[in-house]
């Protein structure tokens, strides 16, 4: 399939430059139990390669040109750059204790990583493929978000129950948003105004105003009578392409619960497989993703008709995944 790629250079000031490269749309998860990414070609529907990598993968992000997939290793302390085009990892940086979630910024010239155990971000630069700065953020940092805009990166802060505001630009916190329960992840509304976020023990969302920081409802979802002790309630979430409507994993409920934001609703219930923990979608809006720990697989979802088509094997505990557009030159 040919897709049109644009490669974003930090390198100079020229206009950006559109041409076609091969390319398509694939899934990497992480697969805590198994030390591999599982690699799903979305388009073919089928899982194409298990990636090795360090001791325990965590997190997962696909660089904006489409050429690097990176893997947070919270067992070794590592990060794992994998190429696409060969399903290989091609550099692996050292970083601090237990990094957990990584975020690219708008150019892809670095590389967020929170590193839960030290309370920091680490700044990876992508060209050396060296830690280039730290970041204070407060305590077990999880979650790097990007704005939409990509000139701020939020942060979870599980062990101060709030979100931190980082400057991408001077890499300096520059705000705080107070969450009153245990962060999760995050997600936003197209034009940056509205954060959506899980907490734990909350099967539902909150959602906070990003221009008074403040957090304004919350959207519970169908409760349950088995109590998530461990607090595992909601955790994956995201905002589908359009915009129109927030896709919510429940942990509890073994599904993922699809909100109207217009109307702040439950408009659907979709099954899917064990412990469901993270979403994303194909850039088209036509499918997403969701893996599911418990049962060792992933489910594909078909937007249109609000139903899994494929379910299929990764390896063990699958935890985050990133879908992407990816160039296979």
């Known amino acids: 399939m040919k897709r049109l790629v644009i490669v974003l250079s930090s390198l100079c000031t020229l206009p950006l430059v559109a041409f076609s490269q091969p390319s398509t749309s694939r899934a990497y998860i992480t697969n805590f139990d198994a030390d591999i990414v599982s690699v799903i070609d979305v388009d073919a529907m089928q899982k194409i390669a298990d990636v090795k990598t360090g001791k325990n993968p965590h997190g997962v992000a696909i660089s904006p040109d489409g050429k690097l997939v990176a893997v947070s290793n919270e067992g070794e302390n590592t990060v794992s750059v994998i190429n696409p085009a060969t399903n290989t990892v091609v550099q692996t940086v050292a ?4 990094p957990h979630q990584l975020a690219f910024t708008k150019d892809g010239s670095t590389l967020f990583v929170t590193i839960n155990a030290e309370h920091r971000i680490e700044v990876i630069n992508t060209s050396s493929w060296q830690v280039e700065t730290s970041i204070a953020v407060g305590k077990n940092p ?31 916190a520059t705000g705080e948003i107070p969450v009153f329960g245990w962060p999760r992840i995050i997600s936003m509304t197209p034009d940056g105004q509205t954060l959506y976020l899980t907490i734990r023990w909350l099967n539902g969302t909150v959602k906070i105003d990003t221009t008074t920081q403040k957090v304004t409802a919350w959207l519970p979802l169908t409760q349950t009578h088995r109590f998530p002790s461990e607090g595992k309630a909601s955790h994956g979430i995201g905002l589908a392409p359009d915009g129109t409507h927030l896709y919510i994993t429940s942990q509890v409920l ?19 497989g064990q412990d469901p923990n993270w979403v994303d979608f194909t850039s088209d809006g036509k499918f997403a993703v969701v893996s599911n720990t418990a049962s060792n697989d992933a489910s594909i979802i078909d937007i249109a008709s609000g139903k899994v088509i494929k379910t299929l094997a990764t390896g063990k505990a699958p935890k985050r995944l990133a879908v992407g557009n990816v160039v296979l030159k």
Not at 146 to 160: A, H, I, L, N
């Open 254 to 272: 073994n599904s993922v619960a699809v909100i109207d934001v217009a109307t702040n609703s439950v408009v659907r219930e979709i099954p899917v």
């Open 95 to 98: 970083v601090g204790s237990h």
């Open 142 to 172: 999880h979650i790097p978000y990007p704005s939409p805009d990509k000139q701020v990166m939020y942060v979870t802060s599980e062990g101060e129950n709030k979100i931190v505001v980082v400057d991408v630009a001077s890499r300096k």
